[in-house]
T-cell receptor, first 114, second 120 residues
């Protein structure tokens, strides 16, 4: 059981470039989400999904796209990277949308946009 | 809207000292869940504890203890006899049902984190 995996671990982009952060889980969890972590701000929700084919916006969705074609995968796309998107990105999953479930987090992707 | 505030931004202690991390939350829901996560220097997020709004019983797990008080909207975390390995960023988080349609899908609202440094 690998849990939640994220690739890449580190990435450097130039302003305007696009890229996809990959996230996969092997626990058959319905609920998956993306957070970004910035100093002094904790983790903030970008997008989330309650099942294949269903996604919704979180607190800071601008500049990011998501899709959920399978239960296992939940990629995060940066359409045109900006320096403000320099951050550490965490993918998380949990069995379903019930609020009492703790989320399982991936190891994170550290992104720098120059 | 829900909000979580971690009172201390940074705490520095010497090994074997006791240390308390304070967390204050706001929510309009009567049913909610509070969490603590630990982020060690390696960067991963480790789940520590969950507490629901109906259970105000304090909890102790080894050197860790949690004090939940609904009257003051606080969920504080104490480490007894701290060790260098406790050095980490600690996050308090809230999950409730407040959202359009009454369903939040368990979205977590995090505090800004408390950086704990334990010196040998």
């Amino acid at each position: 059981n690998a849990g939640v995996t994220q690739t890449p671990k580190f990435q450097v982009l130039k302003t305007g470039q696009s890229m996809t952060l990959q996230c996969a889980q092997d626990m058959n969890h319905e609920y998956m989400s993306w957070y970004r972590q910035d100093p002094g701000m904790g983790l903030r929700l970008i997008h989330y999904s309650v099942g294949a084919g269903i996604t919704d916006q979180g607190e800071v969705p601008n500049g990011y796209n998501v899709s959920r074609s399978t239960t296992e995968d939940f990629p995060l796309r940066l359409l045109s990277a900006a320096p403000s998107q320099t951050s550490v990105y965490f993918c998380a999953s949990k069995p379903d949308g019930a609020p009492y479930n703790e989320q399982f987090f991936g190891p994170g992707t550290r992104l720098t946009v120059l | 809207a829900q909000k979580v505030t971690q009172v201390q931004t940074e705490i520095s202690v010497v090994e074997k000292e006791d240390v308390t991390l304070d967390c204050v939350y706001e929510t309009r829901d009567t049913t909610y869940y509070l969490f603590w996560y630990k982020q060690p220097p390696s960067g991963e997020l480790v789940f520590l504890i969950r507490r629901n709004s109906f259970d105000e019983q304090n909890e102790i797990s080894g050197r860790y203890s949690w004090n939940f008080q609904k009257s003051t909207s606080s969920f504080n975390f104490t480490i007894t006899a701290s060790q260098v390995v406790d050095s980490a960023v600690y996050f308090c988080a809230l999950s409730d049902r407040s959202n359009a349609g009454g369903t939040s899908y368990g979205k977590l609202t995090f505090g800004q984190g408390t950086i704990l440094t334990v010196h040998p």
